[in-house]
Nanobody, 126 residues
Framework: QVQLVESGGGLVQAGGSLRLSCAAS????????MGWFRQAPGKEREFVGGISRSSINTVYADSTKGRFTISRDNAKNTLYLQMNSLKPEDTDLYYCAAKWAVFGTVWSKESDYLYWGQGTQVTVSS
């Protein structure tokens, strides 16, 4: 089992940047495909992007493509989400998620993932 803890959220002006981190416990982080999701109150959780276990493949939602970048450092058991050109509509609670995967797989559905963090709030002011 892996435990996930997000950090790096906060308040930023539109057009600004933030980098979220997701620290994972356990020695098998490199065996997991990882993903970022976000959720606003009263709405369904939305896929932001995902990355395969060795960073070979990344997938992004259309709404984040070109502005957000997912990366991971398996030596540090950490997943990152670099968010640039932030918009007020990016305001959400951001979650990281994990599931064991074969090489190259990226999961994009909420139901694909097994482990979840508690979330970190991102607020973008206009």
């Amino acid at each position: 089992q892996v435990q996930l803890v997000e950090s790096g959220g906060g308040l930023v002006q539109a057009g600004g940047s933030l980098r979220l981190s997701c620290a994972a416990s356990g020695p098998t982080f490199s065996s997991y495909a990882m993903g970022w999701f976000r959720q606003a109150p009263g709405k369904e959780r939305e896929f932001v992007g995902g990355i395969s276990r060795s960073s070979i493949n990344t997938v992004y939602a259309d709404s984040t493509k070109g502005r957000f970048t997912i990366s991971r450092d398996n030596a540090k058991n950490t997943l990152y989400l670099q968010m640039n050109s932030l918009k007020p509509e990016d305001t959400d609670l951001y979650y990281c998620a994990a599931k064991w995967a074969v090489f190259g797989t990226v999961w994009s559905k909420e139901s694909d993932y097994l482990y979840w963090g508690q979330g970190t709030q991102v607020t973008v002011s206009s």
